[in-house]
């Protein structure tokens, strides 16, 4: 089993739609938690930090679950520019702070 | 902007070459990072370092090699390229305030032919 599992996709959202996507980790001793998007041929940008209340910034909302161990990522009222891959970012070993990245989901908003 | 540079941004080379990307950052940030990124797979840790002359492997550091000797620059060696090495190559800071997150140069394009 991966220590992150994310559904490749690819999403195909119409614009305006919500989406939301999940991601699953195999350590329960997990510290953090984050989502980043990659746009292609660029690099990954930290999108949001994801805490164990949840949290939520503009149209974008994280929500952790430890107890299932997966987090998620809820996009409302897409744009165009939200198309982009997503990626699910755990850190396993705190203290060197080494993550651990799913493969990731792409999504793409359609006008 | 996490004031990281990473050059060169695009080599070819040929096998039995050896090949050094460097990455540069500007914040004085102690922990820095490689990675590659291949389809299929996640990012995957090569090295890191956690200080001048401080460095330790990571899932993927076989025929790969770093040095540190200045805060700001992480230097990544290909002693000897090989096609499986064809990858895009991300270096990264961590912050150490906050949630430690980590911060991404704009990437090396390398192909080994």
């Known amino acids: 089993r991966k220590e992150v599992e994310q559904d490749p996709g690819p999403f195909n959202v119409p614009e305006g739609a919500t989406v939301a996507f999940n991601c699953t980790y195999s350590?329960?001793?997990?510290?953090?938690f984050f989502w980043y998007r990659q746009d292609c041929r660029k690099e990954p940008k930290l999108l949001m930090s994801?805490?164990?209340s949840g949290n939520e910034d503009g149209r974008f909302t994280a929500q952790l679950n430890r107890a299932s161990q997966y987090i998620s990522l809820l996009i409302r009222d897409s744009k165009l520019s939200d198309s982009a891959t997503y990626l699910c970012?755990?850190?396993?070993?705190?203290?060197?702070?080494?993550?651990?990245f799913g493969t990731g989901t792409r999504l793409t908003i359609i006008p | 902007d996490a004031g990281i540079t990473q050059s060169p941004r695009h080599k070819v080379t040929e096998t039995g070459t050896p090949v050094t990307l460097r990455c540069h950052q500007t914040?004085?940030?102690?922990?820095m990072y490689w990675y590659r990124q291949d389809p299929g797979h996640g990012l995957r840790l090569i090295h890191y370092?956690?200080?001048?002359?401080?460095?330790d492997k990571g899932e993927v550091s076989d025929g790969y090699s770093v040095s540190r000797s200045k805060t700001e620059d992480f230097l990544l060696t290909l002693e000897s390229a090989t096609s499986s090495q064809t990858s895009v190559y991300f270096c990264?800071?961590?912050?150490?305030?906050?949630?430690?997150?980590?911060?991404f140069g704009p990437g090396t394009r390398l192909t080994v032919l």
């Open positions: 994801v805490y164990s």
């Open positions: 350590n329960s001793a997990s510290q953090s």
């Open positions: 970012v755990v850190n396993s070993n705190f203290g060197n702070e080494k993550l651990t």
């Open positions: 990264a800071i961590r912050r150490t305030s906050g949630d430690n997150e980590q911060f």
């Open positions: 370092s956690y200080g001048v002359k401080d460095t």
């Open positions: 914040e004085n940030h102690r922990y």
